[in-house]
């Protein structure tokens, strides 16, 4: 994964977009975009180009990972220890089943931030504005 991100077709385009590039990872949807980029902790304009080694290790375990959660609970990207919290506090599941994706106007899980919503590449896309600020 962190070689496909380094390839020269990829590695200068944002990830918000990239990410939705069915050549770089085949099946992967809006909503996995939102939730990989917050577990990468990044914002979507940055590119493959201007991360750290470290940061391009962590993004390209965090698609994998996720995508991979995703599909083996259909479709839950959440951490358990954050859905029991969303649940207790009445979230309905299109919210407890994910980090930050449907959750504008909620607090981030991680730090209490409040969650927002963008289009990007005419997409919705939502992010925690202080664990994503890179
Ligand atoms: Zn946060």
């Not at 962190?2 to 020269?8: C, S, Y």
């Not at 975009?33 to 493959?48: C, G, H, K, T, W």
């Not at 839950?76 to 994706?101: C, D, I, S």
């Not at 991680?110 to 504005?129: A, N, T």
């Amino acid at each position: 994964m962190q070689q496909r991100l380094n390839l020269k077709q990829f590695h200068k385009r944002s990830l918000g977009a990239l990410l939705l590039d069915q050549g770089l990872v085949a099946g992967l949807g809006n909503y996995l975009r939102s939730e990989i980029l917050f577990y990468a902790q990044l914002p979507p304009n940055v590119r493959p180009f201007d991360l750290s080694r470290e940061q391009l290790k962590t993004l390209a375990d965090c698609i994998i990972g996720v995508t991979r959660q995703a599909y083996q609970t259909a479709g839950v990207t959440n951490r358990e220890a954050w859905v029991a919290q969303a649940k207790a506090a009445g979230e309905p599941r299109r919210q407890w089943r994910f980090a930050v994706f449907e959750r504008a106007g909620l607090e981030c899980h991680r730090c209490g931030s409040v969650i927002e919503r963008k289009m990007v590449g005419s997409r919705r896309l939502y992010l925690c504005p202080n664990c994503q600020s890179a």
